[in-house]
């Protein structure tokens, strides 16, 4: 007789297909958000969190958006680490490559990117890159879609702002 709690329900896909289906977004969005040195691990540290809730998951619930959810708290759980960690001053950092980055190839972008707040980057690369809705993304960020449309906003102005500056192009 099989135990009941090793079986998936049966309103899941495998969670395999779940990882086949929206791993690769999950990593574009893990990717914008942290850089390729933290995205993989915060990749993998999604995927784990997700395996251990995915049985108690609502039928019917936006898996993709679900996995984004957790990946944003992943990626904040990493910003507020690097916040604590000691930065070494007397040896200058080599500059992260770029290989594999969303849009890589024009790294004046990206670095606008990630020089925006969190929330706007967070809404920005939801929206984006990870191709979600505004309601999704203010329920990701505990907020109204009103919010995550006023902070896309901002933060497209403060890209058109320094990116235009610092190419020197116009608009």
Known sequence: MPRSDTTEPTHLPPFERVV???????LRV?????????????WSETF???LRAYPALRPGSNIEAWLVTIAHR??????????RAPVP???????????GL????????WSAVAALPFTQRAVLVYHYVG????????????????AA??????????????????????S
């Open 89 to 99: 001053t007397e040896i200058v950092p080599e500059r992260p490559a770029t290989a």
């Open 20 to 26: 086949a289906d929206h791993g690769p977004t999950v």
């Open 149 to 170: 449309r006023r902070a896309a906003a901002d933060g497209r102005e403060a890209l058109r702002r320094s990116y235009h500056a610092e190419t020197g192009s116009r």
């Open 74 to 83: 992943k990626a904040i759980d990493v910003h507020r680490l690097r916040g």
């Open 48 to 50: 784990l969190a997700a």
């Open 102 to 109: 969303p849009g890589s190839g024009d790294d004046q972008l």
């Open 131 to 146: 191709g979600l809705p505004y309601a999704e993304i203010g329920a990701i960020l505990g907020n109204s879609a009103d």
């Open 30 to 42: 893990c990717r914008a958000l942290l850089g390729p040195t933290d995205a993989d691990d915060a």
